[in-house]
Structure formats: structure tokens, C-alpha cells
């Protein structure tokens, strides 16, 4: 049934509903939320994706919306008038997580949005303390199962797509003893890792992680993504080391509400795909730590979403 309604939902992403976009679209300032203060990543790349869309836009005025680990500002987007003067900045967990773990969620992610462009992904990372003696993935399984109860991860806190990834290891590799214990975010996480607290963190793969790597007191032992990342190269994705189902990448993208004019969702695509062939734009995404997404078309941007919400509902619903 969810495939179902997807696909019933997809083609609404492909084909114009009928209603024409104004030719002098836009009129006015574009509203860009980005549901969290101003200073973190996602205004950062908010500010990145207003300065490279200002020629064939027009103004873009960013407004921060924080609250409820982002939900404030996506609910204002998802009951917002479908105009195409409302976007928002979303990632993969107020978007995808928090209406999928909640008993009542304010909006669903597949049929309150129109989905315009994704920007980037960002993996995350198996990170040991290096007192533990594994060096990749399949030691760490052999050591957790050796070692029933004694291993834990840290992760940013309950329901981050870290969390979940370490809920997924656990599944796909039958090691249901490791402990999962929540921080109020990666800093933490990662202060006790590195004091030996505890001895392993999923976390996202930062220039801190890169550089306490390469000075030895943290371990990297796979990414997350399908392939080796430009940030990282060296280090090996949890799919080199015969884990195929261990795929896991943070996701930041544009989306409109839903039944914005089709017309109006492809030129605001339009000027974003124009901006992601700008290699300026790509190494500052790269620089905050994302992956460019090769594709940034809405059609491919839906896709992305369906296939998210089918991955990380059955973990939500495993894991409790």
C-alpha cells in the first residue's frame, strides 16, 4: 500500500496538475525557511543556495523558524499558501524522522510537500575509541558478539538519523546487545568518546572527526554512503566491508507545499540545478561537510524522499 501511494503520489510530481505558473513568477521576495537559528549548517547552506539563485529569482529572504528540532518551521511550510513564496530548507530529520516516531505528526512528509530539489547528502560514521582493538566493521560485529553488553554508541540523541543507523547495524547484524546512549548532540558524543566514556559514536563525518582521526584519537571505520566521499576518501563505506543495507546519509533540500504549480516548482529547480553546476557552490558544500546530489530534479527529488520514508519507517518500527 505505501508503494501504492507513492507512485499515486509521484505522479503528481511528473505531470501538471492543471494549474499554469504565472509568467511573471516572482513577483515578489521568495521566503526561505530554514527551521533552526541562524549560525548552524543548514543556514549556512541556506545562505550558500540564496546568494547563487539571486539572477534568476530574484530576492530570497531567508527567515529562521527554530523550534521542536525543526517541526515549527516545517509546519508553517506544509500549511503555507501554495504559491511558490514559501520554501523550505529541510533535512532528513524534521522532515522524514519526526512525523514517522510521532503518535500524532503535524504534517506527513510524502503529501504535505512538493519536493523541488535535493542539494546534498551527508553520511555519517562508525567512530571507535582506539583502545578498542577492531579496524573494521566486521571485527566490531565479531567484538560486540564476543562481548555481549559491553559495547556502546553514542549518538546526537533519540531519533537522529544517527540513532537510527546504529538501530539498523544492530538489526542487519544480529548485535542487539550493543547500548545505544543519547547525548544532546555530536559535541558531547564526542568528548566521551575521545575520553574513553564510551567506546564507540555514530556521528556525521566533520572536519573535528576528519582531524581527530588523522591525530589518532578517534578511529573512523566506515561511512555511511554508497560510495567513498570527497571529504573522506580514504575511508571505506560500510558497503566495501559486505554490509550493502548500511546506507545512511542526511539529506538537505528545497520543498514547496503541497500543490504548488508544477510550472513553478521547475523553475525554481531550474535555477538551482543551474547553481549545482557552479563549481564554487559545490566545494562549499563539500567544505560543510555535504556530497553534491548528482541529480536536482523534482522527479528525482520525490524518489528520494519515497525511498527514504520506506527505509526508516521499518527501522523506526523495529527499534521501538
Keep these: 500500500m505505501i508503494k501504492r501511494r ?3 503520489r509521484g505522479a503528481g510530481v511528473l505531470i501538471p496538475c492543471g494549474t499554469v505558473a504565472d509568467s511573471k513568477y516572482p513577483e515578489r521576495p521568495i521566503r526561505l ?38 517541526v515549527v518551521g516545517s509546519t508553517a511550510v506544509a500549511h503555507a499558501q501554495s504559491d511558490g513564496y514559501a520554501i523550505l530548507l529541510r533535512a532528513t530529520g524534521p522532515l522524514i524522522l519526526a512525523p514517522l516516531a510521532a503518535s500524532q505528526p503535524p504534517y506527513d512528509p ?34 560486540a558478539k564476543a562481548n555481549p553488553g ?18 539498523l ?46 591525530a589518532g584519537k578517534l578511529r573512523m571505520l566506515a561511512v555511511t554512503a554508497p560510495g567513498r566521499i570527497n571529504a573522506a576518501p580514504e575511508i571505506p563505506t560500510a558497503v566495501e566491508q559486505g554490509l550493502p543495507g548500511i546506507i545512511a546519509e542526511a539529506f538537505y533540500g528545497l520543498f514547496a507545499p503541497a500543490g504548488t504549480p508544477t510550472a513553478i516548482v521547475a523553475q525554481i529547480s531550474d535555477a538551482t540545478r543551474t547553481a549545482m553546476g557552479d563549481d564554487g557552490f559545490r566545494e562549499k558544500l563539500i567544505a560543510l561537510g555535504f556530497e553534491p546530489y548528482p541529480d536536482s530534479s523534482p522527479a528525482a527529488a520525490w524518489r528520494f524522499v519515497q525511498d527514504e520514508i520506506i527505509r526508516w519507517r521499518l527501522v523506526i518500527r523495529r527499534s521501538g
Design 33 to 70: 525557511v530554514v527551521p533552526f537559528v541562524p549560525g548552524g549548517v543548514t543556514d549556512a547552506v541556506g545562505r550558500l543556495w540564496v546568494e547563487q539563485v539571486k539572477a534568476p529569482l530574484g530576492p530570497v529572504i531567508i527567515e529562521n523558524l527554530s523550534g521542536g528540532g525543526g
Design 169 to 214: 547495524f544492530k538489526s542487519l547484524t544480529r548485535t542487539d546487545d550493543i547500548v545505544h546512549i543519547p547525548y544532546k548532540g555530536s559535541g558531547q558524543a564526542i568528548t566521551d568518546l575521545i575520553g574513553g566514556q564510551i567506546l564507540m559514536a555514530i556521528v556525521g563525518v566533520s572536519s573535528q572527526v576528519r582531524e581527530l582521526h588523522q
Design 110 to 143: 510524502a503529501r504535505d510537500f512538493s519536493p523541488i530539489s535535493i542539494l546534498g547528502v551527508a553520511p555519517v560514521s562508525f567512530v571507535v575509541h582506539p583502545s578498542l582493538s577492531v579496524r573494521n566493521l566486521n571485527e566490531l560485529v565479531a567484538y
Design 6 to 8: 507513492a507512485l499515486r
Design 150 to 167: 559491553r559495547l556502546t554508541y553514542g549518538s546526537p540523541g533519540v531519533g537522529t538519523i544517527n540513532h537510527l543507523t546504529g538501530e
